[in-house]
T-cell receptor
């Protein structure tokens, strides 16, 4: 089992709709969770951090964390073509000595 | 403007040659990291350093070497022992020793074999 798992996609969502990206992790003691956006050929850019169970909203982005079920998700409301990118889930696990473990990413495509 | 600067943006390596990728940060971050990303793949950790003059191997350290003589600099050398070096190399840093803090990335160096 991978430490951080994401569906590779591509996930195709119509413009203006809600895009939902999911991530599961194996280390039950994990405390810190991040979402990065990576455009093709570019480096990852941090878009959300979440540390507590529940929802955290920032503009059109909402991160959701459920530690009991070991998943974290990212919702993008009013999806725009500029949201088309690969989204990486990253987790700092209790057993990983503060190293971030990255998922392989989900490719999101927003269709006009 | 604070940030992480990687150079060069593109690099070509000949057979048997060592090459060094530069990573400099002016964020006063303690921890620095090197990752390798292959096309369509996730990030794999090569080396990381949480303090000056100390560094640890990541998951794929073979064929690579690093140094951390200054807080702001963490160069990566790709040695001739790395037989498949073609990839996108990313340097990152975090505040403190990295506990619970997100990583921030430079723009990357794309390395290819001649």
């Amino acid at each position: 089992q991978k430490e951080v798992e994401q569906n590779s996609g591509p996930l195709s969502v119509p413009e203006g709709a809600i895009a939902s990206l999911n991530c599961t992790y194996s280390d039950r003691g994990s405390q810190s969770f991040f979402w990065y956006r990576q455009y093709s050929g570019k480096s990852p850019e941090l878009i959300m951090s979440i540390y507590s169970n529940g929802d955290k909203e920032d503009g059109r982005f909402t991160a959701q964390l459920n530690k009991a079920s070991q998943y974290v998700s990212l919702l993008i409301r009013d999806s725009q073509p500029s949201d088309s990118a690969t989204y990486l889930c990253a987790v700092i696990g209790y057993s990983s000595a503060s190293k971030i473990i990255f998922g392989s990413g989900t490719r999101l495509s927003i269709r006009p | 403007d604070g940030g992480i600067t990687q150079s060069p943006k593109y690099l070509f390596r000949k057979e048997g040659q060592n090459v060094t990728l530069s990573c400099e940060q002016n964020l006063n971050h303690d921890a620095m990291y090197w990752y390798r990303q292959d096309p369509g793949q996730g990030l794999r950790l090569i080396y990381y350093s949480q303090i000056v003059n100390d560094f640890q191997k990541g998951d794929i350290a073979e064929g690579y070497s690093v140094s951390r003589e200054k807080k702001e600099s963490f160069p990566l050398t790709v040695t001739s022992a790395q037989k498949n070096p073609t990839a996108f190399y990313l340097c990152a840093s975090t505040e403190g020793s990295g506990n619970n803090q997100p990583q921030h990335f430079g723009d990357g160096t794309r390395l290819s074999i001649l």
